[in-house]
């Protein structure tokens, strides 16, 4: 788009100014909302067919939608599960704001300066152009290389030209022939040549034109293949793994037997004499590494790549260093002596054979690291001022101090990462850190000049990251973690070794040998010590005495190396946990703005970040913490970053140059002005003892609400305690900053914190720079008062005054980040600065879903501070160590012997179905001949049966296989359930579903100990697989307590709704959470209401007590309370039953139970008759259920009597909790707010079922397992039952950076399935149609279809459609493809307009419309459907709305019968190359699925090709056949003669025909209604029918105009728009 909107231009996305009024109904048509325009109220649709204005720049960024770095970055934004409500809410006072800040926005376009509806109601503005969601997996063609890219161009592009003619074949023809001189000339001109980086572009097109799946990787041969093959294999790897596609796959489907000879030629391709590496080129290498040792859990890769860092590795150690590592482990001395044993065998061989032999030091294995050392610091020391390759001649870093060689310095934080992920994984640090510590790597990192350069700020930045890892607290060999009690104690005898020996050999520190521990520690001290020392007794004490270097390192002629090298050994390094205690959790000015530690959505992941990554392995807990601590904190770090912006530029703070104060030249919805003097630090409290900040700080904030309208002030009047709030110090843009607004860019730019522009697009300086923000500190609510001083909004029941505040002023109580201030006063005492919060003018909120953060960090912080108490089977699982399948329920003890499936299975046909290949037995027969159930089954000891219970190896049917066939046979016992009682109400609900035997499985496993992994793809049951797992459990385990989560709101309704339904109380259910409400029950499940009930109940059960008491003769005084009432059952009720029980033992006649049951009389309420005398046996059945029912009864008064002796409802509901539920259900966010609560308060559970495990971040999956204390050291915690798909989305991540780089994004359930944890795959599918299903299905296993797939509805054709799927190829509408208004906003007219015709099409055959959902890829796709949708059909009777349109990835997790999908891009394929993205999107749909894209683009993707194949099957013209209707009737065997659809503007003519005939039909509805009536009442019928037909002529006068994507008017009449020809 173009830079600068022209004044007066149509933006892009609008149909209608904001302040327009509403149009009057017209029947001419309105402009067509061609590009996202929120239509105005009345106003008639419009027509595909009508010319479209050219997109052009749009007035502003759309705000839920990150500004830049990936193609999905509008689709994850965290609020859309209540958008709707707020789009119904936040219009008028959007629009107020919008005004105020002078953005004259168009309607609907969701402007980040104006937020206001158009007169029909546009969404309102949410914030900052780059807030929103996840950045998109594959890059739009550009970066370095230019704009993007159309599918024209592309195609046209001599590159794809040469893939055509050289190396792309379709499937079954032969491979290419082979042509060394293409891999050359590809290599020189797009790949760089060593000589550069490959523009992305460039390398882009490769990866799409498949250059190495069809190419590169089939010619491959370690014996003749070049120095640029392999180079050119290398580069195509990193570039798969830049786009986060799988880089490994084209390896494993094409010959994997040669990957280990290729990674041997990728290892020594360095020292290929013929061809010298550039810098370029060392630095893809290194890339290449990185990824391999991140791959570590594909066994091809780990095959390889563990060698290298083996023992073998300290053949290069020097001999001091070798020794000293030896004599501390003598395991590893006897795996060394028998090395050299076999090293000298070896030679010896070699030598009486003649062959030359290689010394193990010399080996690839043992040499390459030392070598990579070695080449790391020529490069580094050469990096400033060594001179610059060819592309980075003009990377000048300022003028003194030298010029910096980028691709050295690229190099250099390449290398310092690839060290970073080697330490940070036991298997590859256990040997590396070693040869790392002997070379003084550390030292030598920090002392090149590069360090301390201004273009070095991100390798400083890695270079801290790597000292952090170098130093941490774990013994390398063992994996154990170290306390603060053993660090501080090998410290000290490190230090007492240390003075001995200088007591003894060096006479010039016998000071230092005589001091104490805490005195000569510090770095000051040891450096003044040891400066006295002459160089050579420097060198002497630190290569011969102490051999910390090795005496032939060149840098061990350098005293300042040595110094720092003895130095660094003897000082006190600060513990891990206290500088996590001693970090603000509030993001200051100073993290918010560095692009190396937050970057901009832009990542294009070509670079590396000081950021820890989230991979397979962890060193211990304290390290898995600290990175997610880390990650979680940037990332809201982020979120927070771009409100702030929103807020800075809506309020536009500026300096007045008459009286030099700042003022605000706009306003915020979220922010508000502080004036000077309205903030004041109040208290501070004295440290506690150990620490050296503040207990506590507490300040007081005034603010003005007299400018504020009514729901916004209402907004402000909501904050309550702990929530949190922003304070700021903006002084506005400086005359420096107008001058010359890109000095500070360019001094970015030297300190290595360039942004990446966007396409075509300058550096722009960021918000703080633009309004001169100078501080930013963070601060929770303690409580709020109004100007009177009244306290509001308080829970903890000091105010006892009723009723809102008063007046317009506002004192909020603040508590502020006590590390923050600290560092502030120390730089306001060192520096002499200004006072921080003297100078703070603004005061920011945020929306309270977004606003937790605080409360999760300090939940992760706590975690960090106590000891992480893991069950010990899921510990070295968890770290990602060990046998991935040790915590199976098959290798745990205290395994159930005898499971109580209850309701699970329907017959005895369906439980011998559910053991396939297993011989079943029944021991026992309720019921008569055939079993029936319910069933008890036993299983064989683990060791005879030898099953794979773990479910890793299945067959087609996903029964278990091998040993488990022979196993001993499974004893099945079937049992009559106790008679429950005589009431309809007594009797228990049972399941109806037919589990399939891989779901008997996990309902099998889920009930055994240990942790159970279910991956549930779509359709398949996930929710009715842990709803019984639950059910299961309650009654198999009535003594334990079960904890369930889940990610969402709906799935955690979803799945408590349906054990409701299931045979467990509900006085045994707890539901946590704000969800509750949403609840499909008259029963309330959150705490209050469960009390309330208990104690409704206990009135209920008293009653039922007086009438007993008076059926027996006794006092009516024994129902008066609880504790009574137990006396009343022990004295009168249960003697006189044991008398009973006992005298009809002995009893002979039928008549006896009847006549001499004691509570005839208490049941004459009950079915008649109690007893039917047909025999004792039958006749004492009954009365056993009755003596049930009243024992029910007064166990649930028993278990009332707590309620009724608490009398708080605080206390009642803690009890409720921690005695009480069984069940205890919320979702992962309320569990890491709550957990100090439930910490507090003594909650104790015995097992854990987490549903959509794979959509929840790992530490929120983490923090559940940790919300009890630890018994005497011990987690008391039995189960984990995962349930989840990790092959559908993963959890949301705003930052792309954090996603990609980081694998934030990777959940739990999906680290266990990339560590080989064994799981059960559900593989049967009851939601599609097998022809909806096969789009998916290859993705999984062995996923098939249920037997009701093909039956009833499935067995009938889509109505109006000839085929039940299809993709339906859309060409350029108006010559515009795909357009982006605003950046990552991507809309695409044609299939909007296609899509809504197709909807209004199905409406007119009368398909209902809460079976169609409209699903796009893109939120700018979406909004631009609701505006088509909102013009054309929301107010038509005809038509309506879809029962949904949003995105896929908000679409995830539901379903609908008919799905409408429109993937929006024409120019590359997006972020929908992601598969799981793919899965989401074609498992929507139960009876039809219509995929509106561009065929020539998406049938070339590699990723997506299965899928494609099997759409592209059929016709790519939508086929119809207008002369169905709604319902189905016509079987899918049948075949018609279909109408294929040519374009939008063709559909439209349909549409337009059928609106034709319904208007028709409606005026001949009308003349009969006329003509039948006309004889009774002539008059008044003639003209009401008159008006019907006048209103049927108008509305169809209306559809001419709206129909869908229809033509002119004029186009009418033509003869291709006549019904019989296109019924013929």
Not at 50 to 68: H, L, Q, S, Y
Not at 1569 to 1594: I, K, R
């Amino acid at each position: 788009p173009p830079s600068s909107k022209k004044k007066g231009a149509k933006p892009a996305a609008a149909a209608a100014p904001a302040a327009a009024a509403p149009a009057e109904p017209s029947a001419k048509p309105s402009p067509s909302p061609a590009k996202g325009g929120r239509g105005k109220k009345g106003a008639a649709p419009a027509s595909a067919a009508e010319e479209a204005p050219a997109p052009e720049e749009p007035a502003a960024m759309e705000t839920d939608t990150p500004a830049a770095g990936g193609d999905d970055a509008a689709d994850d934004d965290a609020d859309e599960d209540e958008e709707d409500e707020e789009e119904a809410g936040d219009g008028d006072e959007a629009a107020k704001e919008g005004d105020a800040a002078k953005a004259k926005a168009p309607a609907g376009k969701r402007q980040k300066g104006a937020g206001g509806r158009g007169a029909k109601g546009g969404r309102g503005g949410r914030g900052v152009g780059n807030k929103g969601g996840r950045g998109g997996r594959g890059d739009t063609p550009g970066g370095r290389g230019g704009g993007g890219l159309t599918l024209t161009a592309i195609q046209s592009d001599k590159l794809m030209k040469t893939a055509a003619r050289v190396w792309q074949r379709k499937e079954g023809e032969p491979p290419s022939e082979w042509d060394e001189e293409v891999v050359a000339e590809i290599y020189a001109t797009e790949l760089g040549g060593g000589a550069r980086s490959p523009s992305l572009q460039r390398v882009q097109l490769l990866e799409i034109s498949q250059y190495l799946e069809q190419y590169l990787w089939p010619h491959f041969d370690a014996e003749k293949s070049s120095a640029v093959h392999v180079l050119s294999i290398i580069m195509m790897v990193n570039e798969k793994f830049r786009e986060s596609v799988s880089a490994w796959s084209p390896f494993h489907n094409h010959a994997p037997e040669k990957f280990a000879a290729f990674f041997r030629r990728a290892m020594s391709v360095k020292s290929d004499a013929a061809r010298a590496l550039t810098t370029c080129e060392k630095t893809a290498h290194l890339v290449f590494l990185i990824h391999v040792f991140q791959s570590l859990e594909d066994e091809m890769v780990r095959a390889v790549a563990l060698p290298l860092v083996s023992l073998p590795l300290w053949a290069n150690l020097s001999p001091g260093r070798l020794q000293l590592e030896l004599s501390k482990n003598a395991q590893l001395e006897k795996h060394w002596r028998y090395l050299m044993k076999k090293e000298a065998k070896a030679g010896k061989a070699a030598g009486k054979g003649g062959d030359a032999h290689v010394p193990l030091k010399e080996r690839p294995d043992a040499a390459w690291l030392p070598a990579l050392l070695t080449e790391f610091l020529e490069i580094c020391e050469a990096a400033v001022g060594g001179g610059d390759d060819a592309a980075a001649a003009g990377a000048a870093a300022g003028a003194g101090d030298g010029r910096v060689n980028r691709q050295a310095a690229q190099y250099c934080e390449r290398f310092v990462e690839l060290i970073i992920d080697l330490l940070s994984q036991l298997p590859t640090r256990r040997f590396v850190r070693t040869v790392l510590d002997d070379r003084q790597l550390l030292i030598k990192t920090r002392m090149v000049p590069l360090h301390s350069h201004p273009a070095g700020r991100l390798y400083g930045q890695l270079v801290d990251l790597f000292r952090f890892y170098h130093g941490f607290e774990i013994n390398d060999h063992t994996g154990a973690s170290l306390t603060d009690e053993d660090v501080a104690s090998s410290h000290c005898d490190r230090l007492l070794q240390f003075q001995r020996l200088c007591f003894k050999h060096v006479d010039k520190l016998k000071e230092l040998a005589l001091g104490h521990c805490g005195a000569i520690e510090k770095r000051p001290v040891l450096t003044q010590h040891l400066s006295a020392l002459e160089p050579e007794e420097l060198h002497a004490l630190a290569t011969k005495q102490l051999r910390l270097v090795d005496p032939e390192d060149p840098w061990s002629k350098d005293p300042a190396f040595l110094l720092e090298v003895l130095v660094s050994a003897f000082e006190k390094r600060r513990s891990q946990r206290q500088a996590i205690n001693e970090m603000p959790l509030y993001p200051n000015e100073d993290v918010l703005w560095d692009e190396n530690v937050v970057p901009s959505i832009a990542y294009t992941g070509e670079g590396c970040l000081a950021l820890p990554k989230l991979n397979l392995q962890f060193l211990t807990f304290h390290d898995y913490l600290l990175r997610n601590f880390n990650l979680f904190r940037l990332e809201a770090t982020y979120e927070i970053r771009e409100d702030i912006a929103d807020a800075l530029r809506r309020m536009g703070p500026y300096r007045d140059p008459e009286t030099g104060q700042v003022k605000f030249s706009g306003w915020a919805r979220m922010a508000l002005p502080v004036t000077s003097g309205a903030l004041a630090v109040t208290e501070v409290r004295k440290p506690n003892v150990g620490e050296a900040k503040p207990a506590g700080v507490t300040c007081e904030v005034r603010i003005d609400l007299s400018n504020l309208r009514g729901p916004v002030r209402d907004e402000w009047d909501q904050i309550k305690q702990h929530d949190v709030l922003f304070l700021m110090a903006a002084e506005g843009p400086s005359d420096t900053f107008h001058n010359g607004q890109r000095a500070q860019h360019q001094q970015r730019q030297q300190q290595g914190q360039q942004r990446q522009p966007q396409q075509g697009r300058e550096l722009e300086p960021n918000p703080a720079e633009r309004f001169g923000l100078k501080y930013v500190r963070g601060a929770e609510v303690i409580e709020v008062r109004d100007g009177a001083g009244k306290l509001y909004n308080d829970f903890s029941g000091r105010s006892k005054e009723a009723g809102g505040p008063q007046g317009n002023e506002r004192v909020y109580v603040l508590a502020l980040d006590t590390a923050q201030y600290q560092l502030d006063v120390n730089r306001l005492v060192e520096e002499q600065g200004d006072d921080v919060y003297e100078g703070l003018n603004m005061l920011m909120r945020r929306k309270p879903k977004e606003n937790n953060f605080k409360a999760i960090l300090e939940c992760i912080r706590d975690l960090m501070n106590s000891d992480c108490v893991v069950p010990e089977w899921l510990h070295d699982i968890f770290l990602g160590y060990g046998d991935p399948a040790a915590a199976q329920s098959g290798n745990m003890p205290n395994q159930l012997k005898t499971v109580d499936f209850k309701d699970t299975f329907l017959d005895a046909d369906h439980l011998k179905n559910s053991f396939p290949g297993r011989e079943v037995e029944f021991t026992s027969v309720s019921g008569g001949e055939t079993p029936m159930p319910p069933f008890r089954v036993t299983f064989p000891p683990p060791a005879a049966a030898g099953e794979d219970g773990d479910g890793k190896k299945r067959d087609a049917d996903g029964g278990a296989v091998g040993a488990a066939a022979a196993a001993g046979p499974l004893l099945v016992e079937s049992y009559v359930p106790p008679d429950p009682g005589p009431y309809p109400e007594d009797q228990p609900n049972l399941n109806h579903v037919r589990f399939t035997p891989v779901q008997v499985e996990a309902i099998r496993n889920g009930v055994q100990p240990g942790l159970t992994m279910v991956v549930g793809p779509p359709g398949t049951g996930k929710t009715d697989t842990a709803t019984q797992i639950l059910h299961c459990l309650y009654h198999n385990e009535p003594g334990q307590r079960t904890l369930l989560i889940t990610h969402s709101n709906a799935a955690l309704n979803d799945l408590f709704q349906k054990l409701m339904q299931r045979d467990v109380p509900a006085r045994y259910m707890l539901r946590l959470g704000q969800g509750e409400s949403d609840l499909d029950t008259d029963l309330d499940f959150s705490r209050v209401g469960r009390v309330n009930a208990m104690l409704t109940r206990r009135l209920e059960l008293l009653a039922e007590v007086e009438r007993l008491a008076t059926s027996l003769g006794v006092p009516e005084d024994v129902a008066y309370t609880c504790e009574t009432a137990g006396h009343f059952w022990l004295l009168h009720v249960l003697s006189r039953w044991e008398k009973f029980e006992a005298d009809a033992a002995a009893a002979k006649t039928t008549e006896y139970v009847s006549g001499r049951f004691p509570f005839t009389g208490f049941f004459a309420n009950a079915p008649q008759p109690l007893f039917k005398g047909e025999s004792i046996a039958t006749d004492m059945s009954k009365a056993n259920g009755c003596m049930r029912h009243i024992r029910t009864m007064f166990t649930e008064l028993e278990e009332c009597r707590a309620f009724e002796l608490l009398k708080g409802m605080g206390d009642r509901s803690n009890y409720l909790l921690t005695k009480q539920a069984k069940v205890v259900a919320m979702t992962c966010t309320h569990a890491a707010l709550k957990r100090a609560d439930f910490l507090r308060l003594g909650f104790k559970y015995d097992n854990l079922v987490m549903e959509e495990s794979a959509q929840i971040l790992e530490i929120e999956t983490f923090i559940p397992m940790l919300l009890q204390k630890a018994e005497d050291g011990h987690s008391r915690l039995k189960r984990v039952v995962l349930i989840g798909d990790h092959h559908q989305l993963p959890p949301v991540v705003k930052n792309i950076a954090f996603q990609k780089y980081c694998n934030m994004d990777q959940s739990l359930f999906t680290r266990f399935v990339r560590l080989g944890t064994p799981y059960i795959e559900l593989n049967a599918q009851g939601r599609a149609r097998p022809e909806l299903s096969s789009l998916y299905s290859w993705r999984y296993r062995a996923l098939g279809d249920l037997p009701s797939t093909k039956e009833n509805q499935y067995q009938l054709s889509n109505p109006g459609f000839a085929h039940e799927l299809q993709f339906v190829d859309v060409e350029d509408y108006n010559g515009v493809g795909e357009s982006e208004p605003t950046p990552h906003f991507y809309q695409n007219l044609g299939e909007a307009e296609y899509v809504v015709s197709v909807f209004q099409y199905m409406r007119l055959l009368g398909y209902p419309a809460n079976k169609i959902s409209i699903i796009t890829t893109y939120r700018g796709q979406k909004h631009l459907i609701r505006d088509v949708i909102t013009r054309r059909c929301a107010a038509h009777p005809l038509f309506g709305t879809p029962a949904k349109v949003t995105t896929v990835d908000k679409f995830q997790g539901q379903q609908n019968d008919y799905i409408l999908l429109s993937l929006v891009r024409s120019r590359n394929v997006g972020h929908l190359r992601d598969v799981r993205r793919l899965v989401v999107a074609m498992s929507r749909a139960r009876l039809g699925l219509y995929v509106f894209g561009r065929k020539a683009l998406f049938e070339q993707c590699y990723e997506l090709a299965p899928s494609f194949k099997h759409l592209l099957k059929f016709p790519t013209k939508l086929a119809v056949v207008p002369t169905e209707a709604y319902p189905p009737s016509r079987k899918t065997s049948e075949k018609v003669a279909p109408y294929l659809v040519g374009d939008a503007v063709a559909m439209g003519h349909v549409v337009n025909q059928l609106a034709l005939k319904w208007q028709q039909e409606q005026m001949a509805s009308a003349k009969a209604h006329m003509a039948q009536w006309a004889p009774a009442t002539p008059a008044v019928e003639a003209g009401d029918a008159e008006t019907a037909a006048e209103g049927a002529e108008t509305a169809a006068e209306g559809e001419k105009e709206a129909g869908g994507a229809g033509g002119d008017d004029e186009d009418d009449d033509d003869e291709d728009d006549d019904p019989k020809q296109m019924e013929t």
